[in-house]
Nanobody
């Protein structure tokens, strides 16, 4: 059984930082592309970042490029999202997602991910 568990969300002042973690189990993690999406109230799921099998193959949404960094630790089967210079518009529930089809590169489409975590809330205060 595949499980993804996010942690690290919370309340932060605008301009501050948070580090989200996603612990996985039951996945062939080394050959699973991973991604983060987010959903703010009243809005659609939004792609944030993805990493392929290789940690160097990352891709970011324009809205977070230069501020967020996605990394993976294959030894621990975990992915991390370091979020710096947080803005009010970054507030959302953040979801970790995993590709179960063995695709080497990540995707920006939520339909390409088979497994999802329960989400972790990020609140940004002015």
């Amino acid at each position: 059984q595949v499980q993804l568990v996010e942690s690290g969300g919370g309340l932060v002042q605008a301009g501050g930082s948070l580090r989200l973690s996603c612990a996985t189990s039951g996945l062939p993690f080394r050959t699973s592309a991973m991604a983060w999406f987010r959903q703010a109230p009243g809005k659609e799921h939004e792609f944030v970042a993805t990493v392929g099998w290789s940690a160097v193959n990352t891709y970011y949404a324009d809205s977070v490029k230069g501020r967020f960094t996605l990394s993976r630790d294959n030894a621990k089967s975990m992915v991390y999202l370091q979020m710096n210079s947080l803005k009010l518009e970054d507030a959302a529930v953040y979801y970790c997602a995993a590709d179960g089809r063995g695709t080497p590169l990540g995707s920006t489409s939520q339909s390409d991910y088979d497994y999802w975590g329960q989400g972790t809330q990020v609140t940004v205060a002015s």
